[in-house]
């Protein structure tokens, strides 16, 4: 069965960088987009950035292009999100998920605050 598991959050003083990981599993890793996505509270679900399968392609939204990078090892079966320059407003639980996939992980907490 599908599994997804995040790790790498913490508290993090504005400015600073974090390295979010995502572990998959029970599907074949490489033939998949991934995408990683973050829930603030009282609010909505949002999609933060995305890579194709093979790594030649991501998207961001517009809040984190420059600071976030998402990229992926298939030998590993693994996507990351580093996030740098972080701001109090990108404090959220941090989810992977494949947009092909209904299965979500159980999300990473990464809070930014002095």
């Known amino acids: 069965q599908v599994q997804l598991v995040e790790s790498g959050g913490g508290l993090v003083q504005p400015g600073g960088s974090l390295r979010l990981s995502c572990a998959a599993s029970?599907?074949?890793?490489?033939?998949?987009?991934m995408s990683w996505y973050r829930q603030a509270p009282g609010k909505e679900r949002e999609l933060v950035a995305t890579?194709?399968?093979?790594?030649?392609?991501?998207n961001y939204i517009g809040s984190v292009k420059g600071r976030f990078t998402i990229s992926r090892d298939n030998a590993k079966s693994t996507v990351y999100l580093q996030m740098n320059s972080l701001k109090p407003e990108d404090t959220a639980v941090y989810f992977c998920?494949?947009?092909?996939?209904?299965?979500w992980g159980q999300g990473t907490q990464v809070t930014v605050s002095l």
């Open positions: 998920k494949s947009p092909a996939l209904p299965k």
């Open positions: 890579i194709t399968s093979t790594g030649s392609s991501t």
């Open positions: 029970g599907f074949i890793f490489s033939n998949y987009p």
